[in-house]
């Protein structure tokens, strides 16, 4: 496969399943655009294998064949177009190595017992991909560009409890559900109590104190960059704007910003 054909694949990928990602690349120049949509297909490469539906041991193995093949090279489009990204951008091979880490630890652990033990996990999965982007970006402020990831994986764990639910997963930290009096009994049954709205009011400001650091790499990228990222970061607070206005009751109705709402973001970004 050419590798124009490979970043198309990758291009559709993006567009399809990752809508908010699409709507902050958009206004990258193509090169980047291409390279950081070759990521996003990484990524969710790992994803889709750690949370699909095989057997644990077959997760395992086929995220270790992607790690493989990071190195030996594949005609799959989606490593084609990252192997293209990578000689073209100093995207560090640890950062892609962690996403794997990340899928690995996914079928392996559940629960985290605090949120030291959360915030590693949020590295590999999350910060790995700010780490991978920023080279693409043009910047070397690579400990932002993590704690940026990191606030935005915070945000989907607020916003995804349900769905991890339904993965048997639980990522807020088993302490701070202990200390606000919030049962895994009570994620179960959707119950909104103040427990849970005092539970969830904390997870937020933690998030959104993540995000102003993480913003901090606005100041080294050129004005593109800065305005996807900007983009990104914009998206992710107007979710969590929109979780907090509805008392953090996450288990009913979609959370889906509009695609007007998004637009208007982007503009945002491009005027900031």
């Not at 560009?145 to 991890?164: H, P, S």
């Not at 339904?166 to 109590?193: H, K």
Request: proline content about 3%; charged content about 30%; glycine content about 8%.
């Amino acid at each position: 496969m050419s590798v124009e054909s490979a970043y198309a694949e990758v291009e559709r990928l993006t567009r399809r399943e990752a809508r908010n990602f699409a709507y902050g690349i958009m206004v990258l120049p193509r090169p980047k655009r291409q390279a950081i949509a070759a990521i996003y297909a990484f990524a969710r490469r790992v994803d889709d294998i750690a949370d699909g539906e095989l057997p644990l041991e077959e997760k395992r193995s086929g995220l270790e064949a992607l790690r493989t093949a990071l190195d030996a090279g594949s005609e799959e489009p989606m490593l084609v177009a990252l192997a293209d990204a990578r000689s073209r951008y100093a995207i560090p091979d640890h950062a892609l190595h962690a996403l794997v880490d990340g899928g690995l630890q996914d079928t392996e652990q559940d629960r985290y017992a605090d949120f030291a033990a959360l915030d590693a996990y949020c590295r590999l999965v999350a910060g790995a991909v700010g780490v991978a982007c920023v080279a693409v970006y043009g910047s070397e402020d690579a400990g932002r560009a993590e704690t940026l990831g990191v606030a935005l994986q915070l945000i989907n764990i607020v916003r995804d409890v349900r769905a991890d639910w339904e993965l048997r997963r639980v990522y807020l930290p088993q302490d701070e559900l202990a200390a606000y009096g919030v049962t895994e009994d009570d994620i179960a049954a959707g119950r909104v109590s103040a427990e849970w709205r005092a539970l969830m009011a904390f997870q937020a400001s933690r998030a959104r104190a993540y995000l102003d650091e993480g913003l901090g790499l606005l100041e080294t990228l050129d004005s593109r960059s800065a305005a996807c990222v900007s983009t990104f970061a914009g998206l992710y607070r107007a979710t969590l704007d929109r979780i907090e206005a509805r008392g953090f009751d996450i288990f009913d109705g979609s959370l889906r910003l509009s695609p007007l709402t998004k637009l208007r973001i982007v503009g945002a970004g491009l005027l900031r």
